[in-house]
């Protein structure tokens, strides 16, 4: 009986904190706010995030991957061992993303290259482009619990596909890598810049005859607060 009753207040407390390790609403903001962020844990699951311009995020949304702002370089000898000659070291560097790995934030091949000393692999300039699916998102402190939070999102592919020999991406910081241009939410809103690339395309068409000036105001109309507000 005694161990019934203590299974059964185990499972509760359990429960109890699995349901505090996971928030239905989550904002930018809220990730900003000390009065906030101080009474959330590490790796708490987040069902539906506010991003800083706006976008919204929920689980099974869709995100393109976009330009990668790093680089690797790899340096290898040659003519090293038993080659005959002086031994030379050859570089070479490809562009790689900064805020975007391969595998799970913490997961085999990340576990994989711990062991082996290596950093997480970071994802090349192949998967530019690439459309993903929300798997999982995930929010932790950026330091101690006095670091505001970054939002982590696990990255799968629409039809299930393994990314080579990973099953997933990860985006280890959303927000940064939104920043650097290295992922895009397609329901974020249109920013100044494209508002004005827009507009400009549109006066082009109007210019030569290929749009209507009825058609033309209506853009305008729309494009001209993103364009002021900002």
Known sequence: MKKLIFGILSFCVFNSFAQKAQLDELTFDDCQNSAFFQKVKNNTNVLRYTAADGSLLEIGDTLVIGVPSGSI????????GNTVGVAKARSRTKSSFTTIIMG???GFGSIMNAMAGEAPENAGAN????IVVISEMKVSHKGSRKKPLALTI???EPNGRAF???K??????YEKSVLGGEIRSLNAPMTRDEA??????????LDLGL????????IKQELTPVIMEQ
């Open 73 to 80: 370089t790899a340096t290898t000898a040659v003519g090293a």
């Open 104 to 106: 799970r934030p913490v």
């Open 127 to 130: 998967m530019q482009g690439e």
């Open 154 to 156: 696990l990255l799968g």
């Open 164 to 166: 080579g020999i990973n």
């Open 168 to 173: 997933y991406m990860s985006v280890v910081d």
């Open 196 to 205: 004005i690339s827009k507009l400009k395309e549109s006066k082009e068409l």
């Open 211 to 218: 749009m209507e000036q009825s058609e033309y105001d209506k």
